[in-house]
Nanobody, 114 residues
């Protein structure tokens, strides 16, 4: 069993940066490929980024490529999403999940507004 807790969201101006964290409990985390998903109320879920178990492979949605960086530290049981050059359209609730969508957190709100 894996429990996930996201943090690091907040209000930021356009062009600003935030770093989201996803803290995991359970030894299984280090073997799981993970993803960041975002969703606003009433909107469809949107894939943001993915990372394999070791961190050696990453993949991004076209909408965030070049601005966001996904990473993980298995020794700390934590995954990260560094978000730079934020845009108002990045406003959403961000969730971390395992790639099989068996485990997910409560989400963290990111609001990009002047």
């Amino acid at each position: 069993q894996v429990q996930l807790v996201e943090s690091g969201g907040g209000l930021v101006q356009p062009g600003g940066s935030l770093r989201l964290s996803c803290a995991a409990s359970g030894r299984a985390f280090s073997s799981l490929p993970m993803v960041w998903i975002r969703q606003a109320p009433g909107k469809e879920r949107e894939f943001v980024a993915a990372i394999n178990w070791s961190g050696g492979y990453t993949n991004y949605a076209d909408s965030v490529k070049g601005r966001f960086t996904i990473s993980r530290d298995n020794a700390k049981n934590t995954m990260y999403l560094q978000m730079n050059s934020l845009k108002p359209e990045d406003t959403d609730v961000y969730y971390c999940e395992d790639a099989g969508h068996n485990y997910w957190g409560q989400g963290t709100q990111v609001t990009v507004s002047s």
